[in-house]
Structures are given as structure tokens and as C-alpha cells.
């Protein structure tokens, strides 16, 4: 692994196309191997490798929001999920696509005052169809606030189950985690963006920047990149 200073470059007239913005996400915090009392708030360990193996299914997928008006403009969680009584396919009847990611990586970022690994992500929001919602992400931003998010995974290809390395993981008699499930084979199918008032379920997940009106950026970070050779 190579250390390296990197910083979120000024967008240029060829990065841009006409009608969407820039967006760079972290998707969720990567624990240390078997370190099993490291996990999110869904009993999620989260480990790096099996990150790598299965990171790039995320690009092409898609960055999803409910909205809770009409014209809108608010936003809430990832909507309500339902299995199709025909085939049985997981979907998201009440939830819009705003945009899609196009590139993934693994880096320490610092997030809330911790660092932290995460899976990064970084793709574009549909500006000319979800104006709103960029100019509401721009402002919360822009104030000093976090928005966080949430990721949808499934299992593999066809696959109707999520491999776990230990199985589904235990709770004791009161509903606390007592071991909990490391995702090993698995399929990156979204990455929810979350209000204010929708508790995450992981604290390393939030948006990091989305380009601003004059496409600049002052961020500089000391990373550790993973590249796949």
C-alpha cells in the first residue's frame, strides 16, 4: 500500500456533462479482520477484503432518495421495500433513482471527527431532473452539515441469498448483538440518501462533497488508497 496525498480535483469542462453534478459518497465503514465487536448499528461487520472482491458491483448502481412531497423537494429514507408477487424480485416501489455511481475505492477518510476506512464511491446526480434535491444537498453542506446514507446490498448475480461468512450472526434475550454478520459474497445494489431525521445505521456513511456552483474544491486529504492491480 502506497501513502499518498490526494485531493478532490477542480472539475474541468471534459470531467462535466450537460445536465449532472458530481457526487463522492462513502458507503459504509470497513472493520479490522476479526475483530467481531466492530459492526454497525445492524449487526453489519463490514471486512476489507471481501470489500475489494465485491466493491465493483456498485458501479452502474444507482443513488436512490424517497421523497415526501410532491414537488420533490424533501427527502426521507430508502422507501418501502416489497417483494414482487410474480417473481419474487426485491424492489422499491415509492423510491426515485437520482443519479448513479461510476467509480469505487477504498480510503481513510476522516468522518465525524474519526478516521475511518470506508468504501468510497463517487458518481453524478441527475441536476437538470432533481434540481431541488441538489441545491437542498449544496446547502446543508455548505452550512456544516452531514448528510448521511445508507447501502442496499443482495445476493450475488441470480442469488437470492447474501453469503455470510459466520451465518446470520446471534442476539441475546434483550435484541443486542452479540455476534454479528460479515457480508462475503454479495451484490452492491444502491446507495440511499438519508434526511436528517432518518437514524443511520452506519456512521461512516455520508456524502463527502458534491461539486459546487464554481466546480471548486479546497479538500486535501492524506489517504491509503487500494488499487486493484
Not at 499518498?4 to 472539475?11: D, L
Not at 458491483?57 to 422507501?79: K, L, N, Q, W
Request: proline share 3%; net charge negative; with cysteine.
Amino acid at each position: 500500500m502506497d501513502l499518498e496525498i490526494c485531493s478532490i480535483q477542480e472539475q474541468t469542462d471534459e470531467d462535466v456533462k450537460a445536465g449532472r453534478v458530481k457526487i463522492t459518497m462513502s458507503a459504509y465503514e470497513i472493520y479490522e479482520t476479526g475483530n467481531y465487536s466492530q459492526h454497525n448499528k445492524r449487526g453489519l461487520h463490514w471486512e476489507e477484503k471481501y470489500t475489494i472482491d465485491n466493491m465493483e458491483s456498485a458501479i452502474g448502481a444507482p443513488f436512490v432518495v424517497r421523497f415526501i412531497d410532491e414537488e420533490r423537494t424533501m427527502i426521507s429514507d430508502h422507501g418501502r421495500m416489497e417483494n414482487d408477487i410474480e417473481d419474487g424480485t426485491i424492489v422499491f416501489p415509492d423510491s426515485d433513482t437520482v443519479g448513479h455511481i461510476e467509480k469505487v475505492w477504498v480510503q481513510e477518510k476522516e468522518i465525524e471527527g474519526k478516521i475511518r476506512k470506508v468504501l468510497m464511491c463517487s458518481g453524478v446526480i441527475y441536476d437538470q431532473r432533481y434540481h431541488e434535491l441538489v441545491k437542498y444537498l449544496r446547502s446543508v453542506l455548505s452550512s456544516g452539515g452531514r448528510i448521511k446514507g445508507s447501502v442496499e446490498i443482495c445476493g450475488k448475480g441470480k442469488s437470492e441469498q447474501i453469503l455470510y461468512e459466520h451465518g446470520l450472526g446471534s442476539h441475546d434475550s434483550e435484541g443486542n448483538i452479540v455476534f454479528p454478520r460479515t457480508p462475503v459474497k454479495y451484490d452492491i445494489t444502491a446507495i440511499a440518501i438519508l434526511a436528517d431525521f432518518v437514524p443511520p445505521a452506519d456512521d461512516g456513511s455520508e456524502i463527502i462533497e458534491i461539486n459546487s456552483l464554481n466546480n471548486q474544491s479546497n479538500h486535501s486529504d492524506i489517504s491509503d488508497d487500494i488499487k486493484k492491480k
